[in-house]
């Protein structure tokens, strides 16, 4: 896997870890679990460590970022308008031409197979060109 956006001789894998692990609750446990099936569904996916400290992850463009808020866990698709999402797992920034995200609250599952789907998509649209 390839690794893009260190910063004080860490790599944005390692930042990515260091925030999981700082987080300590349920939103680094979110993170870890949708990092995991990020890595699964594209083995290829290059995370990056951006814009003060976002992690994410791309594949010939963004596939999607993960931001953790006090409540939510904030997966962001930027061209995620253009995914089919037949399991309707976008649930937030619906009304935008481009950009789709799914919040995560504490307690909620992601559907693992839908999910992988849509990093799969992403990366096609992403490598179409």
Avoid at 99 to 105: G, L, S
Avoid at 111 to 117: H, I, Q, T, V
Wanted: proline share 2%.
């Amino acid at each position: 896997m390839n690794k893009s956006g260190a910063r004080q001789g860490q790599s944005a894998s390692e930042l990515i870890s260091k925030r999981i692990a700082e987080l300590g609750d349920w939103r680094g446990e979110t993170l870890d679990r949708v990092r995991k099936l990020i890595r699964e569904a594209d083995p290829g996916v290059v995370e990056e460590w951006k814009w003060m400290g976002t992690p994410v992850w791309s594949h010939d463009g963004i596939i999607c970022t993960g931001e953790s808020y006090k409540s939510v866990v904030k997966l962001t698709f930027p061209k995620g308008a253009s995914l089919t999402d037949q399991a309707r797992l976008f649930n937030s920034s619906l009304e935008g031409n481009a950009r789709r995200a799914i919040d995560i609250h504490e307690g909620e599952e992601v559907d693992e197979s839908a999910f992988k789907a849509l990093v799969r998509q992403a990366v096609a649209l992403n490598t179409s060109g």
